[in-house]
């Protein structure tokens, strides 16, 4: 009989005598959802085996009574024995449980909680696109993973008719300002502008000219700790403030929408565009501060290593399969923010940086990961010396391992977090030289590359 067969034969019959004391066997409770708990062990009596019965008490002895007393003494023996044995198998298979079942290793997890479901069809959407078995949509999969975290509420109609105006107002201005719209570059400088300038526009159905206003930068939140939303191009369209995150994305949708090449690009905890001229030379728009903006001020910002940038972490131009995978690392962000770490995030991550290797999100999902499942798992024995982790329970030092080996990965390709402080810092020194300079010559330098 196999071990593990044999344990579980073990439990039963282990089982079936507490309940005999007990009533019914104590139920092992799952922790809730991102929690940390010590667990809970299934719990046996010390004595499990039945005591023997003693030796029965003759009156007298004859052959006759004496023989039948040696096959009573024969038989307490050999139950005592046999008790003995079994005594010694439980002793063993407590121990196995006692340093198996005991602990949880698994993250708990939430598939099936109220609005889970969205999530894990999202990410089916998602995977469809990255694997072929349908078009790459950015647009369609930005919408998908917004409308996840507001569990199938989100308007599409509305988020449709936002993005088909924005291109409007692009193709409208450039046209009314002389441009070529068939120009890719006309494409990318016009959209642009709507998002970043105040532009005079008459639609044909107007008599005076309307006023298209730029997007904002919302300072309240910027990361989405406490509000997942603010990080959402949804948001941003309905009211024109929007941050690192859904600044560029945007852009990127209008891009797809009006047929023009762009790139996504990554900085420690930033986001922005590149994209080339018609002579291939690249060129990036700081969605953040309505400017272009070279290489070197985007180091000079800090916090990257030479590192990251040989390893294609930061400031390399990403494709739109790799624009789509960033959705899937968004889906699996916006998932812990409601439930937790579970096994759906470090699927999706693991999915991501397939396509994507230098996914900055996915690397930091996986790494977040590795370490609430490690804490998950050791504070259940009371967070053991590490030495004795090892001995005691070395599956547990497995996932520590795992979780340091993740670590020394991250340092040795360039990862660095820009610290928020540092990044509220530089936001605000940017933006209060974005106030500083005069609004008619501010695309100057941009436009030229449309005349």
């Not at 708990?37 to 052959?63: D, E, I, K, Y």
């Not at 307490?76 to 046999?82: A, C, I």
């Not at 006023?211 to 990361?223: A, H, K, L, N």
Request: hydrophobic letters at 35%; proline letters at 5%.
């Amino acid at each position: 009989m196999k071990r593990c067969n044999y344990t579980l034969f073990l439990f039963f019959l282990l089982s079936v005598n507490a309940i005999g004391l007990f009533g019914q066997i104590p139920v092992i409770k799952t922790p809730k959802p991102g929690s940390l708990s010590s667990g809970a062990v299934v719990g046996f009596p010390n004595n499990r085996n039945t005591p023997s019965p003693n030796t029965p008490s003759f009156p007298g002895l004859n052959n006759n009574n004496r023989q039948a007393l040696d096959m009573y003494e024969r038989d307490r023996l050999e139950v005592q024995r046999r008790n003995a044995e079994i005594q010694q198998m439980n002793d063993e298979d407590l121990m196995y449980f006692s340093s198996t079942r005991g602990v949880q290793y698994d993250l708990p997890s939430c598939e099936g909680l109220q609005g889970t479901e969205h999530y894990y069809r999202t990410a089916e959407k998602l995977l469809d696109m990255l694997e072929g078995k349908t078009p790459l949509n950015l647009k369609e999969a930005v919408f998908s993973v917004e409308n996840a975290y507001f569990e199938g509420q989100l308007n599409h109609t509305k988020y449709e008719e936002a993005i088909s105006e924005l291109t409007t107002i692009a193709r409208l201005k450039a046209q009314q300002d002389g441009y070529n719209w068939n120009n890719p570059i006309t494409k990318n400088i016009m959209l642009f502008r709507v998002m970043s300038d105040t532009l005079k526009v008459k639609f044909p159905s107007q008599e005076k000219a309307s006023v298209s206003y730029p997007m904002q930068y919302d300072f309240e939140d910027f990361r989405g700790e406490e509000d997942q939303s603010k990080l959402f191009v949804s948001k941003l369209l309905m009211t024109h403030t929007g941050q690192c995150h859904s600044l560029p994305l945007l852009y990127l949708i209008l891009c797809e929408a009006v047929g023009a090449e762009a790139n996504l690009a990554f900085s420690p905890q930033h986001t922005y565009i590149k994209f080339k001229d018609r002579q291939n030379n690249w060129y990036n728009l700081e969605l953040t501060q309505g400017k272009m903006v070279t290489d070197a001020f985007i180091i000079g910002s800090g916090f990257i290593k030479t590192e990251a940038i040989k390893n294609g972490l930061f400031m390399e131009p990403q494709t739109k399969k790799q624009a789509i995978a960033l959705c899937l690392s968004d889906l699996a962000s916006s998932y812990v923010h409601k439930y937790g770490y579970d096994k759906f995030v470090i699927q999706c991550a693991d999915s991501v940086l397939s396509y994507a290797p230098g996914n900055p999100s996915a690397l930091a999902l996986k790494s977040n990961y590795h370490t609430a499942h490690f804490a998950y798992t050791v504070e259940q024995v009371g967070f053991p010396p590490k030495d004795t982790l090892k001995v005691k329970y070395p599956r547990i030092y497995e996932l520590m391992e795992a979780r340091n080996n993740f670590y020394r990965k991250m340092d040795s390709i360039g990862y660095v977090e820009m610290p928020k402080e540092a990044y509220e810092a530089w936001l605000k020194s940017v933006n209060e030289e974005k106030e500083r300079r005069e609004q008619d010559t501010k695309y100057n330098n941009i436009l030229r590359l449309i005349k």
